[in-house]
């Protein structure tokens, strides 16, 4: 028993320094990573667009936390970045909503 703690524990703890270390990556572009999995998953999807209810889906979340999570891409410019980058001029209603 005292075993399983201790290695749930070590789990967490290597998560928990894989995420401090991908977001120190990120943070050179004002993203997290749940961020980058946001705009790594719209990227993978951009063909039928990507619903705030897809968003929900796939990462599990509320609707209040994807509402947070796409407002703080389009702080960053990161959704327009990316509209950008793919020469896209996507109707940013279909793209975060």
């Known amino acids: 028993m005292e075993q399983n703690r201790n290695l749930q524990h070590q789990f967490r703890m290597i998560g928990l320094k894989m995420k401090i270390g991908v977001d120190k990556k990120l943070e050179a572009y004002g ?29 599990n979340r509320k609707g209040s936390s994807i509402s947070s999570l796409v407002n703080n891409l389009e702080k960053v410019g990161a959704v327009m970045l990316y509209a950008l980058r793919n020469k896209l001029q996507p109707d940013l209603e279909q793209l975060v909503h």
């Open 31 to 59: 993203l997290t990573i749940e961020q980058g999995l946001a705009l790594r998953f719209i990227d993978g999807n951009e063909e039928g667009g990507v619903s705030q209810k897809d968003l929900e889906k796939t990462f």
